[in-house]
Every structure is written in C-alpha cells, then in structure tokens.
C-alpha cells in the first residue's frame, strides 16, 4: 500500500510515517497542500491522510479540488480541530473518515485498513477466493487451516490482487504498491513474485490456480469464490 500524509507538524507527520512504514506501506510526506495536489496528479496512493491547518492551501480545498477532478483516493483527516462542524463539513465535500488529535497508532492503522478495503469493495477484513483467506487487518494467508508462508512482497502483490479481484492488474501496478515509486526494480520481478504465489498455493491447494495471466496486459485474481469450496483428501484426511 502506498500512503500520501500532508501534515505541516514534523513530530506528528514522523509518527504517522514511522506507523505507515512500520506496517509495511510506503508513505510519501509533504508539509504543503500545493506539493500534495500536484503529488496526487502524478502518483496513484491507496490513502491520503490529510491535516487541515496547512501553511499554504487548508484541508478542505484540497478535499474539494481532490473531489471536483474525480480524485477517488480515500482520505482520512487527522486534525486538531475537533468541532463538530468541521467534521461533518470535511465528510460532506469528500473525507472517508475523521480523526482528531491526539490518536492512537493502533486506531489510525485500523482506519486506514477500513478505508482502503470499503473503497474496493471489501466490507470485511478478510477476503476469500476458493480455500484461500487473505486477511488484511493480520495480514495473512490461510489456506484452509494452513497459514501461506509469505514473505512481505509476496504478500504485497496477493493482497493488491485480492483487493482488485476480478480486474486485470498491469504489472507498474504491482511495483507501485510494492516499492510506493522508490528504488523500482525492472517489471520481470513481478513475474517472479507470481510464480512463486502459484506454486506456493498450488503446494497447499492440489495444484488449483486462482492467478490469471492477461497476456499483454498484467494479471487477475479470478472472481471465483465459489470454486474449490470443498477441501481435498488430503485436507480430510488430515482431520480424520
């Protein structure tokens, strides 16, 4: 995942990095509304976490310039101002969610998580194709019973292939969520990492592939929650 944070604060826009990082995303930070609009035409993030009270252009003209131009980046304010209107004017021009200072670590990465996953389509943390169980709040992978042993990149490219089920991914995409534009290594890495998933969930699951290529265009995870429910022989075997 790949995170814009705009907050003018030094102390608070490092927690917020050391927070973002520390869960595994990439996080870009700017202190200025100007460097975060001109940012956002250039990059794609998956959240914007967004301080109301910049030096230059406030929070609530960048969610309404963001907004007017179909910008759907989901954007969380975290801000000092705790009124009550300031709220409901923030959600009513475009935030997805408002948190006042101070915050907890543990409630703003909850959020971010909530954000991102209603904003694809996912209502629960946990979204399932086939035996598989991506869990995004733990991120995880269980199949069946059996936790997929991933490393973070590996996790990173199943995850983005989970939350964009059923839409074909170009493979920029997967470096952009992977490495958030910094030190990007050539794209034949994403095929690396795509083999591996395959064999990986291949080994726990008889050998079903749920990853499909799109020749010319990237790859999708099938839309296909409803195949290979039942658990195999050896799985039955195993609980007998």
Excluded at 92 to 115: C, H, M, Q
Excluded at 200 to 227: H, P, Q, S
């Amino acid at each position: 995942m790949r995170i814009l944070v705009v907050e003018d604060e030094e102390g608070i826009a490092r927690r917020v990095e050391s927070t973002c990082v520390g869960e595994g995303f990439s996080c870009d930070v700017t202190t200025t509304g100007t460097e975060a609009l001109s940012m956002l035409k250039f990059y794609n993030y998956d959240a914007l976490i967004l301080d109301l009270m910049l030096p230059d252009i406030d929070g609530f003209e960048i969610l309404s310039r963001i907004r007017a131009i179909r910008n759907s980046t989901p954007v969380i304010v975290l801000s000092g101002l705790n009124a009550i209107d300031d709220k409901v004017k923030c959600l009513s021009i475009g935030a997805d969610d408002y948190l006042t200072k101070p915050f907890s670590k543990v409630e703003l990465l909850a959020r971010i998580n909530a954000v991102i996953r209603r904003t694809s389509g996912h209502f629960s943390p946990i979204i399932k194709f086939g035996p598989v169980s991506v869990d995004t709040m733990r991120r995880c992978v269980m199949v069946y019973s059996t936790e997929l042993q991933l490393t973070s990149k590996e996790y990173a490219v199943l995850e983005l292939l989970a939350l964009k089920k059923g839409t074909v991914l170009p493979k920029e995409a997967f470096l952009n969520h992977i490495y958030g534009g910094m030190d990007e290594p050539e794209v034949k890495i994403v095929d690396v990492f795509i083999c591996k998933l395959r064999r990986k969930i291949a080994d726990l699951t008889g050998g079903l592939n749920f990853i499909e290529t799109v020749w010319g265009r990237g790859y999708m995870l099938k839309d296909c929650d409803d195949e290979a429910d039942e658990v195999p022989m050896s799985e039955t075997l195993k609980a007998s």
